[in-house]
């Protein structure tokens, strides 16, 4: 559950624990995020982490794999049929740079249908993932994504609502054999705290560069 602008962490941390069992292989290892941090987080990167991060650099960091080789789809050029290939082909896709409007920020609210609307200079960003795609008898696509707000940990939006949201969507085509291993713990290591709001102000980027 997530209690502070982190979401860039847990979607990435949540993808490539499904990119590992989409290859079958390492599922026992998990990631230790305070480990990650604090190997490879430097002042300026620690400090910026309050207000959030890009999802897609915590990846490769956590990959063990020197190159990442990823399908990248900007959510307005999303198709329906692509859109079912990779989820066969590859399992999950890595959301990033979600625009978040009042209505997601709805609490128990968990279908989005039409649009996003986003006021001028209100741009947000958020990380989630993508698990899955359904298409109803009238013909609507729908995908499931899961977050990490209380009482929204899977949300369900149609393909036009995601189309509006600005977002990058990140399919990694590649096995992913283990996690890269100065990062593993033998079991899970998360933080909880009672957040009752839900949803938060992220920022979820694809800037800067890597810091080892």
């Not at 740079?97 to 989005?112: E, I, M, W």
């Amino acid at each position: 559950m997530q209690c502070s602008s982190y979401c860039y962490l847990q979607a990435a941390i949540t993808a490539h624990a499904y990119a590992v069992r989409w290859g079958k292989t390492d599922a026992g290892k998990k990631v230790n995020i305070s480990q990650y941090i604090r190997r490879t987080f430097d002042a300026n990167r620690l400090y910026k982490r309050i207000k959030g991060g890009s999802a897609f650099d915590v990846l490769k960091d956590l990959s063990a794999l020197k190159t990442l080789r990823n399908e990248l789809i900007e959510a307005e050029n999303v198709e329906e049929d692509t859109l079912f290939q990779c989820l066969r082909d590859w399992g999950a896709g890595l959301v990033t740079q979600f625009h978040v409007d009042k209505k997601f920020q709805a609490p128990n609210r968990l279908s989005y249908d039409g649009r996003i609307t986003i006021e001028p200079n209100k741009k947000s960003g958020h990380a989630m993932v993508l698990v899955g795609a359904r298409k109803e008898g009238d013909g609507k696509c729908w995908l499931l994504l899961q977050n990490w707000w209380k009482g929204k940990q899977f949300v369900e939006v149609t393909l036009d609502y995601f189309k509006t949201s600005q977002s990058v969507l990140y399919f990694f085509t590649q096995e992913h054999n283990e996690v890269h291993e100065p990062f593993t713990v033998t079991s899970h290591n998360f933080t909880e705290a009672n957040y009752a709001d839900g949803g938060d102000d992220d920022t979820d980027t694809d800037d800067g560069e890597m810091n080892y």
